[in-house]
């Protein structure tokens, strides 16, 4: 049996580099009082229907879809902030005034796998709820800024751009439609379909032929009005106080239909063309649109898999190796090693049972091939005469000690050597 296509098993020396991450997120995020949510994969397939936009493309061909066994449609969450609006909506997180919260946890889309893209992938995310001001907007891209330092990723730019409101954005669409139609044999196929249903994202195409045709479109940044302008001008100027540098991109759109003004992207070119490792941007919409109260917002995700595809040879964590092996020969040595494993418990000193029930000598090659610099030993002898014997492993130094004295000697082994 092998893992479904675009699935990864993540395996223990893997996965301290997502507990790092993890642990990051909470330090990071809580100094700006964001907390952590947790809402169901599952969830009903109207929920992403309703807010990602119909003819995007994880609606149109991405999403995992299924009906359960009381024929009810079901969908495996594609993203994390459809559920969040849900749960804000559901619980009325709206009493207080201003939502701060982070998630992390695996997504899913059904999308052709590749190098940083799979089917099943993880992001983290975070969405500060509650406030029009474009200080929220620098925020978040504040704290996209630190923790992607923080995982030492230095080389990516940041590219923004704000896609004003949806009259602005209808208006837009008129003329950028009238500007293509007469090119849309030369389009690229993707782009033909896209012409009128969702042509903004004819700006987004990689297609070279396509680009050329946009270079002479309209622009965007012409159609968005004072209050549009104004936000974005303010974001941008907050970046430069925070001395975060960025690209203004007039062509940034994002995949998804609830965003408006702005929306920005974490670009690396240490990646191939799964480039993009953070997204985001604001969408003041999407809670009314489910049924909620009129609710500004902005945040954005991070995919995990592309940021440790790139740092994690730079982070060089540790896996904690089990530092002592515990060797025991006889039922008298099993049933009083208990004893001690509970006083290593709360010395909270690592350890490693030797659970094979075979020879001194074999136990010992175990405890060397598992990289432990120290061996406990308690046989017969130990229990005849009240004692412990210790072996340091790579000085072929043995010797043994009275019971009592165990903690102590760990303990200035520990100092010595540098356990
Ligand atoms: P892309 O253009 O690469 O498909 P997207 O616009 O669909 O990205 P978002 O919905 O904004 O991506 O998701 C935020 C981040 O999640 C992306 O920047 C990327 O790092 C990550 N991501 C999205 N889809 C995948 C996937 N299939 N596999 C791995 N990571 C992904
Ligand atoms: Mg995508």
Request: aromatic share 10%.
């Amino acid at each position: 049996m092998q893992p479904l296509r675009g699935t990864k098993d993540i395996l223990p020396d893997e996965t301290i580099y997502w507990q790092y991450i993890y642990n990051q997120a909470i330090e990071i995020l809580s100094l700006h009082n964001y907390t952590e949510i947790r809402t169901p994969i599952l969830e009903s397939t109207q929920l992403f229907e309703r807010s990602i936009g119909e003819t995007t493309d994880i609606i149109n061909k991405e999403m995992y879809t299924f009906k359960d066994q009381s024929g009810r449609n079901i969908t495996l969450r594609p993203e994390g902030t459809a559920s969040i609006a849900r749960a804000f909506i559901n619980h009325k997180l709206y009493q207080r005034k201003i939502q701060r919260l982070w998630y992390c946890g695996p997504m899913f889309r059904y999308e052709r796998p590749q190098s940083g893209r799979q089917r099943q992938f993880h992001q983290l995310g975070i969405e500060c709820i509650g406030s029009l001001n474009p200080m929220a907007d620098a925020e978040v891209i504040h704290l996209a800024h630190k923790l992607l330092n923080q995982m030492k990723l230095n080389n990516y730019t940041l590219e923004i751009n704000s896609i004003g409101n949806l009259e602005e954005r209808q208006k837009y669409q008129k003329d950028l439609i009238e500007y293509l139609k007469p090119y849309t044999k030369d389009l690229d196929n993707d782009s033909q379909k896209r012409l009128h249903i969702n042509p903004l994202r004819i700006l987004d195409s990689k297609n070279i032929k396509t680009q050329e045709i946009l270079y002479y479109a309209p622009s965007l940044n012409k159609y968005l009005t004072k209050q549009s302008i104004e936000h974005f001008n303010s974001v941008c100027s907050y970046l430069d106080s925070l001395q975060i540098q960025y690209n203004i991109n007039y062509k940034l759109v994002r995949g998804l239909d609830y965003y408006n003004y702005t929306a920005f992207e974490i670009k690396t070119k240490l990646l191939g063309t799964q480039n993009t490792i953070c997204g985001g941007g604001r969408y003041d919409t999407l809670i009314k649109q489910l049924g909620g109260p009129e609710t500004p917002a902005v945040g954005w995700a991070i995919g995990l898999e592309r940021l440790l595809q790139i740092v994690q040879n730079q982070l060089q964590i540790q896996n904690n190796n089990s530092r002592i092996y515990i060797i025991t020969q006889g039922i008298e040595a099993q049933k009083k090693i208990w004893k001690i494993i509970k006083n290593l418990e709360n010395e909270k000193i690592h350890f490693e049972l030797d659970l094979s029930n075979t020879s001194f000598q074999k136990q010992i090659k175990k405890a060397i091939k598992s990289g432990a610099k120290l061996c406990i030993i308690i046989g017969d002898n130990e229990i005849i005469n009240n004692s412990i014997t210790i072996k340091i492993l790579n000085q072929h130094k043995q010797y043994t000690i009275p019971y009592e004295n165990l903690l102590n000697e760990i303990n200035q082994l520990s100092i010595k050597l540098k356990l």
